[in-house]
């Protein structure tokens, strides 16, 4: 899969995550792409807009970002399967750390697909709550 296809991939499931279709992202997101490094494209892609909405919420540019996502992930990390692996993904990839998210990503991977799909599933939730936020903010800065 070219780096477009990935990325037009991924922008469609966060798309329907934002929208209140997690399930429905998921299937957008991995479907039937193999184990490979476009899988880890497409969760690099979401976590890309998780960091970026990060940054939008906190008024920093991306390279002084320094991010803990245990105020945006709702309940307790280990309530949801996958949640737990999904934060620290995005917390790592938010904060530059590239080797770190392939090796967690790689992490989720290595357990099987339910895992993996635990896992994607609770990325694109993380996500598209803080894109939610950032754009709940902006309409009500605009509003006033």
């Given at each position: ?6 990325a ?29 490094q ?15 909405a ?59 697909r ?31």
């Amino acid at each position: 899969m070219k780096h477009q296809q990935v990325a037009r991939r991924a922008w469609d499931a966060l798309v329907q995550a934002v929208a209140g279709n997690v399930d429905g992202a998921l299937e957008q997101l991995v479907g039937n792409v193999p184990e490979s490094q476009a899988s880890f494209g497409l969760c690099c892609d979401v976590a890309e807009a998780g960091a970026r909405a990060l940054c939008r919420i906190h008024g920093l540019l991306p390279a002084a970002a320094q991010f803990t996502l245990v105020e945006y992930v709702p309940g307790s990390l280990d309530a949801v399967p996958g949640r737990a692996l999904a934060a620290r993904f995005l917390e790592t990839y938010a904060n530059g750390d590239d080797a770190g998210a392939h090796d967690l990503y790689a992490a989720a991977a290595a357990r099987g697909r339910p895992e993996r799909l635990a896992f994607a599933r609770e990325l694109l939730a993380i996500v598209a709550r803080l894109v939610q936020s950032t754009t709940t903010a902006d309409a009500s800065r605009y509003a006033a």
